[in-house]
C-alpha cells in the first residue's frame, strides 16, 4: 500500500489555505487538511 503524506494546517483564514495551495503546486499526492476553529473558511487563496 502507497503510503500518504499529510500536511495538517490549523486555521483557514489567509495564510493556512495560502500554504495549503502552494503545498499542492508542490507536491499534488500531499493529503491536505485544514482545521478552522470559526464557522468560515476563506476560499481567496
Ligand atoms: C483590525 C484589523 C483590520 C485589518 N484589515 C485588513 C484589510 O482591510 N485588508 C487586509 O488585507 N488585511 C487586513 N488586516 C490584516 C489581516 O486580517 C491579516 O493579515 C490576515 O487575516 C492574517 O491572516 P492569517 O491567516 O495569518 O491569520 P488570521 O486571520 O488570524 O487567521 C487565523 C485563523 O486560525 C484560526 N484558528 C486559530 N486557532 C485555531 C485552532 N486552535 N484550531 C483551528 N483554527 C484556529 C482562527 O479562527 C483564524 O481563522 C487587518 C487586521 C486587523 C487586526
Same mark, same amino acid.
Given at each position: +500500500? @502507497? %503510503? =500518504? =503524506? #499529510?500536511? $495538517? $494546517? *490549523?486555521?483557514?483564514? !489567509? @495564510?493556512?489555505?495560502?500554504? @495549503? !495551495? %502552494?503545498? %499542492? #503546486? /508542490?507536491? #499534488?499526492?500531499?493529503? /491536505? +487538511? $485544514?482545521?478552522? %476553529?470559526?464557522?468560515? *473558511?476563506?476560499?481567496? @487563496?
Amino acid at each position: +500500500m @502507497a %503510503k =500518504t =503524506t #499529510r500536511l $495538517i $494546517i *490549523v486555521g483557514g483564514s !489567509a @495564510a493556512g489555505p495560502s500554504a @495549503a !495551495a %502552494k503545498a %499542492k #503546486r /508542490v507536491n #499534488r499526492d500531499l493529503e /491536505v +487538511m $485544514i482545521f478552522e %476553529k470559526g464557522d468560515f *473558511v476563506s476560499y481567496g @487563496a
